[in-house]
């Protein structure tokens, strides 16, 4: 566990609230669990990411990043969301739809193979 900044009483701060991950097809759960079978360490790592800090590019702003039209949007639900990217492995992918407001995570596609709309 990582050691959080304290408040001024010298307590913790605690953790934001979690997202909550959320297939947006049919498509993208059987996407999600076939990867979770072929890698299931790798699909909890990405996961737990998505769960905790799915904007976060800190780390490596490669590896996360917002599409680039015409695949920056998704629509859920009658909403457009802004669509983003998650880089597993070398190729593998997840892409995922934010709707910040709501702090829900939309997986729109997992491939553990580069998708062929980016190349």
């Known amino acids: ?5 304290a408040d001024p009483a010298g307590r ?10 959320r297939p947006a097809s049919r ?3 059987r996407q999600w669990k076939d990867a979770a079978a072929a890698q299931p360490n790798l699909v909890a790592t990405v996961r737990e990411r998505l769960r ?9 702003p490669n590896w996360t990043h917002r599409l680039k039209p015409p695949l920056h ?17 070398s190729s593998g992918r997840v892409w995922y739809a934010v709707d910040a407001h709501a702090r829900t995570v939309w997986v729109t596609r997992v491939s553990l193979t580069a ?3 980016t190349h």
């Open 52 to 60: 905790t800090r799915p904007l976060d590019r800190s780390d490596n």
């Open 73 to 89: 949007e998704h629509q859920v639900d009658g909403v457009r969301l802004p669509q983003w990217q998650h880089e597993m492995t």
């Open 1 to 5: 566990m990582t050691p959080r900044r």
């Open 12 to 21: 913790p701060t605690p953790p934001p609230e979690d997202w909550v991950i």
């Open 27 to 29: 498509a993208a759960e």
């Open 115 to 117: 998708p062929r709309e």
